[in-house]
């Protein structure tokens, strides 16, 4: 599948389910309850366990069943514990502030293997999170954030000036570790994101400045594929949920509001839909086009909220902790903080890189067409790998604009002062679809026109300001843009001859803007 996607991810999941909990239902959410009074840690890499610590403990459970397989002791009884999974998928590393060392310990058996002193751990004002596997480990200083290895306990890479400012507790997701553990994502000041290369400490990327609080960057998630960034706010924000290109932190798209603020942030496995935990429940939102896939919330519950969330890798589940206020039989309010899991959306399907039919490309069509910056990214390396058919199919999407099409407007211009009231009203109404497309045929017509005629011409555009781009001129004007950014010897032909159509054409306007940016 292209880019994230793994699998169909609906799928009957009924054996999973607690059983207290109703029967599985088609396209509706369940919840499974693995740990009360549990922080969730982490998900091992082959999906077979969940990780959950706790007062004075740590204790691994298997997600088939939900039953609990190890239980370890650790050496203080600090609430707050962070733990990850081991490369090796056989250990469990934790540390807590007050401890200061990475500990490892055996899945098996719940002995400790082995204790390394954490660098810099008694100056950090919180931790922000372990890379996958386990490797590294970010930490948030006051004048940054460090990145320390697991292995040795020592500092790795100093990012000066990175990560969120404020109150720590909402901003333990601060930042991300791509997949490959190649890459570090965070907050760098100044409302920008920036991509770092760990082994080097290159900047590979660093977004525009913005008017924007840290608080924006409390959430810092890399989509599965690590092609793009999502992040957000933590705290009483009713802000957006936004997401970047990772390659050169460029703003793709704004998919949410929330209406409650959010407490954790995580992608689907197909990196279609990002999912939020507010006071509201769950919520999945596909980011190409802001629409909302999927709401839970636990039956009867009542406040919502935890962090950090993790996708199990077969695509079919999402695990978050989160305290969920409910109502008992006897009508008095119960607040519980435990592990939670619960099915994720159907999918996006996206075509292979190694296969691109017409027809294929007419299901991709309603996306692209919208001109979802979001959507063109994910896609145009599958275009760019079938330019032979991707090409035809975007020409007959924008065909040229002629000067018989414009002929024909200016007569029925004309025809707006016809002693027919009947064929002034057509002629009204066959000008009106085509405002948009021919914005600057109208301006120009308008002073010359009859006074009905440039009455009705003024409102025309003046409606047109005000009004979105229709469906199909957005269509023809994202077919050009796709074939600028091809770039083939056929699309560049095809720019030319929509370049050189009838100049009264926003398309031809489009297109010319486009040639000349071609590179030579």
Known sequence: MLLCALMNVWAAVAPCAAPDQPPFEKHSWYVVQFQENGFLLDVSADSKYVAGGGKGDARVYTIADGKEVVRIALPDDNKVVYGVFAADGKQLIT?????????????????????????????????????????????????????????????????????????????????????????????????????????????????????SPSGDFVFVRFSPCGRFLATGAGGPINAPIRVWDAATCELLAEPLKIEAFTTALAWTPDGNAVV???????????????????????????????????????????????????????????????????????????????????????????????????????????????????????????????????????????????????????????LTIRAHRYEALFRDAAPAAAPAARKVLDALLETAKKEPIPADLRSDLQAVDLLARLNTPDAVKHLKALAAGAPESRVTAEAKVAVAKLKP
Not at 127 to 151: C, H, Q, T
Not at 388 to 396: E, G, R, W
Not at 398 to 417: G, N, Q, S
Request: proline share 5%.
């Open 276 to 430: 939020t935990l507010d006071y509201a429940g769950v919520y999945a939102t596909d980011v190409g086009t802001g629409k909302r896939l999927h709401k839970f919330a636990p039956s009867g519950s009542g406040n919502l909220w935890g962090q950090p969330m993790f996708h199990t890798a077969d695509g079919k589940h999402v695990v978050f902790h989160s305290e969920v206020t409910r109502t008992d039989p006897a009508g008095k309010r119960v607040t519980s903080w435990g592990i939670y899991m619960t099915p994720l959306p159907p999918a996006k399907k996206f075509p292979a890189k190694s296969e691109l039919t017409a027809a294929e490309l007419d299901a991709l069509w309603p996306d692209l067409a919208t001109g979802s910056a979001f959507r063109r990214a994910q896609v145009l390396p599958v275009l760019a790998a079938h330019a032979n058919v991707a090409v035809p199919y975007l020409v007959k999407q924008a065909p040229v604009a002629t000067a018989a099409e414009v002929k024909y407007l200016r007569e029925l211009i004309d025809e707006l002062t016809s002693d027919s009231a009947e064929k002034a009203k057509t002629a009204r109404t066959r």
């Open 95 to 211: 540390m807590t502030k007050t401890d200061g060392k990475f500990r490892y310990w055996n899945l098996a058996t719940g002995k400790e293997t082995k204790a390394v002193e954490i660098a810099r751990v008694k100056d950090a004002e919180w931790v922000m999170g372990f890379a996958p596997g386990g490797a590294l480990l970010a930490l948030k200083l006051e004048g940054g954030v460090v990145l320390v290895s697991s292995a040795t306990g020592k500092v790795v890479l100093d990012l000066e000036g990175a990560g969120p400012g404020g109150n720590g507790f909402f901003r333990q997701m601060g930042c991300a570790f791509s997949a490959d553990g190649k890459r570090f994502a965070a907050h760098a000041g100044k409302g920008r994101l920036a991509v770092w290369e760990i082994a080097t400490g290159k900047q590979l990327a660093l977004g525009a400045e913005r008017h």
